[in-house]
């Protein structure tokens, strides 16, 4: 039940900032942005359905606990990223928006390495 509202959440959220306005210039999603970009939130997808699946664990940084309260706390950072790459690429910095996605995947990669690793429980 939690991991396809999860789902359902993740997908809203990709839904969402793939129909706003703001970033669908042609000029933004060249093949670089769009590969790291679809590593980002496939990364914080992952993370957030990790996170909803083995309840025992804890979210460090969501202030909140439930199965939605993650997902929306965890793919509205990646919404956050993504309109800063948009504004980056707007405001002539096309290479330091590739930045952005990169660095959040990374983090994403790395949160969700550390929920899977076996810790001894």
Not at 59 to 69: K, L, W, Y
Not at 106 to 119: D, I, Q
Request: charged residues 15%; proline residues 4%.
């Amino acid at each position: 039940m939690q991991s396809r509202i999860c789902a359902k959440v993740s997908k809203l959220v990709v839904v969402i900032v793939l129909m706003s306005p703001l970033a669908l210039s042609q000029e933004f999603w060249t093949r670089q942005q769009v590969t790291w970009q679809s590593v980002n939130f496939a990364t914080g997808i992952a993370d957030s359905v990790n996170s909803c699946e083995h309840s025992h664990w804890v979210e460090r940084t969501a202030p909140t606990q439930t199965c939605a309260g993650i997902t929306a706390w965890v793919m509205g950072g990646k919404v956050v990223e993504l309109g800063a790459s948009v504004l980056l690429s707007k405001h002539g910095h096309p290479k330091l928006a590739l930045v952005i996605p990169r660095i959040a995947s990374v983090g994403s990669g790395v949160a969700l390495t550390y929920t899977l690793w076996p810790r001894g429980r």
